[in-house]
C-alpha cells in the first residue's frame, strides 16, 4: 500500500496500527511527561514524523504545529539545509569534550551570538539546555560578587508571573504561586519578588509603575546580586507582553543600585518578538543574557549564556580563578553545528519580513476574536499571538478538538496561544486562528 492509501485508509476506520497502540499503552504506564500525572495522564499522541509546519500522527491526521515544540522550531521541521549541518558534522565527530579542547563549530557559534548580542556582552558559555543557562547566569554573578568581596549580595530580585525553569535556582525565581513554593520551601532559596509590570507593550507609560520596585531596589540592593527578568513577554507566567519603558527602567535601577541584571531571552530570542533579542525594544545591554530553545532551529538541545568582559575578567581572578562551571556536554558539536546552519537561515530567509508577515496576519485574523463572548483579551506581538478567555480550558477536551481540526495547540490555564514556525504560509496562520475560533463557541472545551 502506498503512504497515501495507508494514510487514506487508516483516516477512514479511525483506527491506529495495533504497534501504535502498543507503544501508547508502554508510554502512558512507563514514561513521565512534562507537568503529567503518572498515575491518570492524559492521552499522549503519537508522532511518527514532521514535515515542514506539520506534525504526522500515528492515527493517519497531520496537524499544523501552532507551538513550534515549544518554541523551538523556525524553520520548519526536516529541514534539508539543517539536516545536512547535522550528517556534515556527525561524519567528522559528534562531541567531544570541551575541557582542554575545542572545535569550529563551538567557536563559529560563539562567534556569531557575540556579534548580534548587545554590544556589551562578549563571553560565551555553552551548556544544555535553558534552565542550565539560567543556573549559569545566577552562579555567574554569585561569583562576581565573591571575587570583589561583596559577600552579603547573595539574593535575587525578579518580578512576579515569571519562569525562568524548572530546576533549583531556576525555581526560585519563578513565579512563587504558579510555581508552587510552598511545596519547596524548606528547600528553596528565597529570593524577592516586585509585582508584576501592569502597562502593556501597546498602553501609555506611567513612572508610578516604578514605585514598588524603586523601594525594593533601594531596600535590598546590599543583598541583591542580580535582578532576572524575562524582557517583554512574560511567557509561562501568562503570555503578558509588558511596556519597554520598563525593562529600560530596570537597567537604570540596576546601574544606580549597583546590582546585575540578567536577562533571560530563552523563550524570545532569535525574532520571536519582531527584534532579534527582546531587550532591543528598550535599547539596553543586559550583564549577562541567557539564550535557548530556537538557538538550534528546534533540533537539538543547547542553551548559552552571555555576559561582559567585566564579569568574565572579574570571576577569573576570584578565588576559584575560573568560574565553577562544566557540563559534560558542554560545546556539543552536532548542537553547535546546527545551530550555526539555523543562525544563518534566519538571515537567508530574512527573519524580519517573515515575523512581520506573521505579525499582519494575526492581528488581521487573530485580534477580531476579542468580539467573541468567552475572550477577554486578544494580544499580538511579532509571531506570538495570545488569547484570553473568561474562562480556564479543560485540556482534555479542547487537545483532542484541535487535533480534530487538524492543529496542534496547547493552552494553559486561560490562555490559547500561538508562536508557529517562520515557514507558516497565511492559509495556514488562518487555519490555526479559525480552529481558536472554532473551540471558543464550544462550552465543553471550558470549565464553567
Ligand atoms: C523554557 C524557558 C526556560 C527553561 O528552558 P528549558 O530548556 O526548558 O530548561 C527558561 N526561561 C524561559 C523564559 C523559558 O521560556
Not at 113 to 123: A, F, I, R, T, Y
Not at 127 to 151: C, L, N, R, T
Not at 304 to 309: F, G, I, N, R, V
Request: charged letters at 15%; one cysteine or more.
Amino acid at each position: 500500500m502506498s503512504t497515501i492509501q495507508h494514510r487514506i485508509s487508516l483516516h477512514m476506520t479511525n483506527k491506529q496500527p495495533q504497534h501504535s497502540l502498543d507503544l501508547l499503552e508502554y508510554d502512558k504506564k512507563h514514561v513521565w511527561h512534562p507537568y503529567t500525572s503518572m498515575s491518570s495522564p492524559l492521552p499522549a499522541y503519537l508522532v511518527e514524523s514532521a514535515e515542514g509546519v506539520y506534525l504526522n500522527l500515528a492515527n493517519g491526521e497531520s496537524v499544523i504545529d501552532g507551538m513550534s515544540s515549544w518554541w523551538s522550531v523556525l524553520h520548519g521541521y526536516n529541514h534539508p539545509k539543517l539536516n545536512a549541518a547535522l550528517i556534515e558534522q556527525s561524519t567528522k565527530m559528534s562531541h567531544v569534550m570541551f575541557g582542554g579542547l575545542t572545535h569550529s563549530s563551538a567557536i563559529e557559534l560563539c562567534k556569531k551570538l557575540v556579534q548580534l548580542s548587545p554590544k556589551e556582552l562578549d563571553k560565551v558559555f555553552l551548556s544544555d539546555s535553558g534552565s542550565v543557562s539560567v543556573e549559569v547566569a545566577i552562579k555567574m554573578a554569585f561569583q562576581y560578587w565573591h571575587s570583589k568581596s561583596f559577600p552579603n549580595k547573595t539574593k535575587l530580585l525578579t518580578i512576579r508571573n515569571g519562569y525562568h525553569g524548572d530546576t533549583f535556582a531556576a525555581m526560585s525565581v519563578c513565579d512563587p504561586v504558579t510555581g508552587m513554593h510552598q511545596i519547596f520551601d524548606k528547600v528553596l532559596m528565597k529570593n524577592i519578588f516586585a509585582p508584576a509590570p501592569t502597562i502593556s507593550f501597546h498602553e501609555q507609560w506611567h513612572e508610578n509603575e516604578l514605585d514598588e520596585l524603586k523601594n525594593l531596589f533601594k531596600h535590598h540592593h546590599h543583598e541583591l546580586a542580580a535582578f532576572i527578568i524575562e524582557p517583554i513577554v512574560q511567557g509561562t507566567g501568562g503570555m503578558r507582553f509588558y511596556h519597554p519603558a520598563y525593562l529600560k527602567a530596570c537597567r537604570t535601577l540596576c546601574d544606580q543600585y549597583n546590582v546585575l541584571l540578567i536577562v533571560d531571552e530563552i523563550a524570545t530570542g532569535f525574532g520571536r518578538t519582531g527584534k532579534l533579542f527582546a531587550c532591543e525594544w528598550s535599547e539596553i545591554s543586559p550583564d549577562i543574557m541567557c539564550l535557548g530553545k530556537t538557538l538550534t532551529g528546534g533540533y537539538l538541545t543547547l542553551a548559552a549564556t552571555l555576559c561582559t568582559s567585566e564579569i568574565a575578567k572579574t570571576i577569573s581572578h576570584g578565588e576559584a580563578g575560573c568560574f565553577m562551571h562544566g557540563p559534560t556536554y558542554m560545546g556539543n558539536a552536532l548542537a553547535c553545528a546546527v545551530a550555526n546552519a539555523s543562525i544563518d537561515l534566519l538571515f537567508e530567509n530574512n527573519w524580519q519580513q517573515q515575523i512581520a508577515f506573521i505579525e499582519l496576519i494575526l492581528q488581521k485574523s487573530l485580534l477580531p476574536l476579542k468580539a467573541q463572548s468567552r475572550v477577554k483579551d486578544v494580544r499580538v506581538l511579532g509571531s506570538i499571538g495570545a488569547v484570553e478567555c473568561t474562562q480556564a480550558v479543560n485540556i482534555a477536551v479542547i487537545q483532542k478538538r484541535f487535533v480534530e481540526l487538524g492543529v496542534w495547540i496547547r493552552p494553559f490555564g486561560t490562555l490559547i496561544y500561538i508562536i508557529p514556525p517562520l515557514v507558516i504560509n497565511e492559509a495556514q496562520i488562518k487555519h490555526l486562528v479559525k480552529a481558536i475560533s472554532t473551540v471558543l463557541k464550544e462550552d465543553n472545551c471550558f470549565f464553567k
